[in-house]
């Protein structure tokens, strides 16, 4: 069962190569592609939605590439996931439950309401400096 899909796991990826340089300039596409094992085209891909949600920006020119909008402590790891998933609860009748016709009725729906509280939270208290460090001491 896969709850994140590869769009977020490579968007990660990205994002933490972005990380480690941030200050320094944009960086290529090509090198995060190479760095990480990841196809350069599909990076591209994924900088898309990113750069739509205000996360990274693009640069033009021969110095060009791509940079972190903001510090890597200002980026909560559910906005990485929002945008790249482009949802953010892990069931329709979570994130709304009026979605659901049974969901007045439904007794598991608050077993699901509190796991997706759960990942939410831990997630929005975890920024990509966190994510990008070597050693992750998250607890909730």
């Known amino acids: 069962m896969g709850l994140i899909t590869t769009k977020s796991r490579y968007g990660l990826h ?14 290529e596409l090509g090198g995060a592609a190479r760095a990480n094992g990841i196809p350069e085209h599909y990076l591209a891909k994924l900088a ?18 791509w940079e ?18 482009g949802r953010s609860s892990l069931l329709d009748c979570t994130g709304e439950p009026g979605s659901c016709d049974q969901a007045a009725g439904c007794r598991p729906l608050a077993v699901w309401s509190g796991l997706d509280r759960v990942i939410r939270d831990y997630l ?3 920024s ?8 992750l001491d998250y607890v909730i």
């Not at 898309?48 to 590439?65: D, E, F, T």
């Not at 972190?68 to 998933?85: G, N, R, T």
């Not at 990509?128 to 050693?135: E, G, K, Q, W």
């Open 128 to 135: 990509l400096a966190d994510a990008s460090s070597t050693v």
């Open 48 to 65: 898309l939605p990113l750069k739509a949600a205000g996360l990274i920006r693009s640069v033009r020119g021969q110095r060009g590439g």
């Open 68 to 85: 972190l909008v903001k510090a890597p402590a200002d980026i909560d790891m559910l906005s990485v996931v929002e945008a790249l998933e």
């Open 14 to 27: 990205l994002l933490i190569y972005l990380a480690d340089r941030y200050g320094s300039g944009p960086v």
């Open 124 to 126: 929005r208290g975890l």
